[in-house]
């Protein structure tokens, strides 16, 4: 049976989205590959075929998922702040920290990365290092405190999706987001 050309990439693109998924929920050690593959509607075979082992998924996933979508976000630097405003408003949310499943990975994996190879972690500083270079060059004020801003608005960003997360459901979790995320935008400039 001939499968259509592009399907390798088409199976390859559904592992890495369903992967990213359950690892966000179950984070690395909480599932395995079959549990990985099943997410994606693959059998493990289809699994090895495009990732060599759960890391490489994972640094797949980071890749493709941290920082987005502000990332790729595209115009004039007025354009691009105001993109990272709207982020910042659907980042610290009550939704993106009720929806783990389907947020960001910075808070959920991180960790993890902590714990993984040295090749992991550089793929995980580079990307970083890419999300931190688009922000600083959005924000306003004296260049030399720019890099040291998109730093704090990142720290921020993520510590109050897992602060809250962490926190049950109530007026302290929502009052801690609304606080950085105040903090955040004022950063800007």
């Known amino acids: 049976m001939r499968y259509p050309p592009d399907q390798k990439a088409k199976a390859k693109e559904a592992i890495l989205r369903a992967g990213?998924?359950?690892?966000?929920?179950n984070g690395f050690n909480g599932i395995g590959v079959d549990g990985?593959?099943?997410?994606?509607?693959?059998?493990?075979?289809?699994?090895?075929s495009n990732f060599s082992n759960k890391e490489s998924l994972l640094e797949g996933v980071i890749e493709a998922f941290l920082?987005?979508?502000?990332?790729?976000?595209?115009?004039?630097?007025?354009?691009?702040?105001?993109?990272?405003?709207?982020?910042?408003?659907?980042?610290?949310?009550?939704?993106?920290?009720?929806?783990?499943?389907?947020?960001?990975?910075?808070?959920?994996?991180?960790?993890?990365?902590?714990?993984?190879s040295p090749a992991?972690?550089?793929?995980?500083?580079?990307?970083?290092?890419?999300l931190i270079e688009k922000i600083t060059a959005v924000l306003g004020g004296p260049e030399g405190t720019r890099e040291r801003r998109a730093w704090n608005i990142v720290a921020l960003m993520v510590g109050?999706?897992?602060?809250?997360?962490?926190?049950?459901?109530?007026d302290e979790a929502h009052s801690a987001m609304a606080h950085a995320l105040e903090a955040a935008i004022s950063l800007i400039g």
């Open 120 to 130: 992991v972690q550089e793929t995980y500083k580079l990307t970083m290092m890419d």
């Open 67 to 116: 920082g987005k979508p502000f990332v790729d976000s595209t115009g004039s630097v007025a354009e691009r702040r105001a993109a990272l405003k709207q982020w910042l408003n659907e980042y610290i949310s009550a939704y993106h920290r009720e929806n783990p499943a389907i947020g960001c990975v910075m808070p959920t994996l991180s960790a993890d990365v902590a714990r993984a």
């Open 20 to 25: 990213a998924q359950a690892l966000r929920v």
């Open 36 to 48: 990985l593959a099943a997410a994606a509607g693959v059998t493990s075979g289809a699994f090895y």
């Open 160 to 170: 109050a999706i897992e602060i809250a997360r962490a926190m049950p459901d109530g």
